[in-house]
């Protein structure tokens, strides 16, 4: 159980091409979904949370419109990269947890390799 | 201001042996902590937690200790394998009314069994 799967896996775009990657929590409703960066090297860095039917909450120095969130429904939350630049290039994570409990796992996501030319 | 750290980048162990990997934190508010265990170019995958509430968690090879008053974590496997060859990243959060508030992830720890 807890599966999280995301698409594509990797992605290879122009710069200024927007780029759309989706995360699905396959047999678990997700009321919230993180959606995070890792660089090489470095840690899991949080970009935003969204939770189910409301707005994402954008973590300091992460442009919102830049990183649009959508999460439209329990299993799905989209992330699109807007006006990519090589900058953006980076390993993007998402992460799913159900809030049934005072403490909550978060399930990850086998990440998107995101590439920007 | 790095909240969690993992002062160790890498640990390399013998086969069989114990693997002994580290976290420390700063924030005495966190109360809820997590290992987590990835491979290159994968998402990670949770491996064990514990709640401030104990001082520590088992599950089969792995267990994890917590010395609250010290601020302190580790994560203990027992006896080491070659397929444990991953980074090992800790995080940690706090318990709010609405739930656990967001992970903060330390550096993590790039762990080698060696056969």
């Known amino acids: 159980g807890a599966v999280v799967s995301q698409h594509p896996s990797w992605v290879i775009c122009k710069s200024g091409t927007s780029v759309k990657i989706e995360c699905r929590s396959l047999?678990?409703?997700?009321?919230?979904m993180f959606w995070y960066r890792q660089f090489p090297k470095q840690s899991l860095m949080l970009m935003a949370t969204?939770?189910?039917?409301?707005?994402?909450?954008?973590e300091q120095g992460v442009e919102k419109d830049k990183f649009l969130i959508n999460h439209a429904s329990l299993t799905l939350s989209t992330l699109t990269v807007t006006s990519a630049h090589p900058e953006d290039s980076s390993f993007y994570i998402c992460?799913?947890?159900?809030?049934?409990?005072?403490?909550?796992?978060?399930?990850f996501g086998p990440g998107t390799r995101l590439t920007v030319l | 201001d790095q909240q969690v750290k993992q002062n160790s980048p890498s640990l390399s162990v013998q086969e069989g042996r114990i693997s002994i990997l580290n976290c420390d934190y700063t924030n005495s508010m966190f109360d809820y902590f997590l290992w987590y265990k990835k491979y290159p170019a994968e998402g990670p995958t949770f491996l064990i937690s514990?709640?401030?509430?104990?001082d520590k968690n088992e599950d089969g090879r792995f267990t994890v200790f917590l010395n609250k008053s010290a601020k302190h974590l580790s994560l203990h496997i027992v006896p080491s394998q070659p397929g444990d060859s991953a980074v090992y990243f800790c995080a940690a959060s706090r318990t709010t009314q609405g739930g656990s508030e967001k992970l903060v992830f330390g550096k993590g720890t790039k762990l080698t069994v060696n056969p």
């Open positions: 992460s799913a947890s159900n809030r049934g409990g005072i403490s909550d796992t978060q399930y």
């Open positions: 514990i709640s401030s509430i104990k």
């Open positions: 969204s939770n189910e039917g409301s707005k994402a909450t954008y």
């Open positions: 047999d678990f409703q997700a009321t919230t």
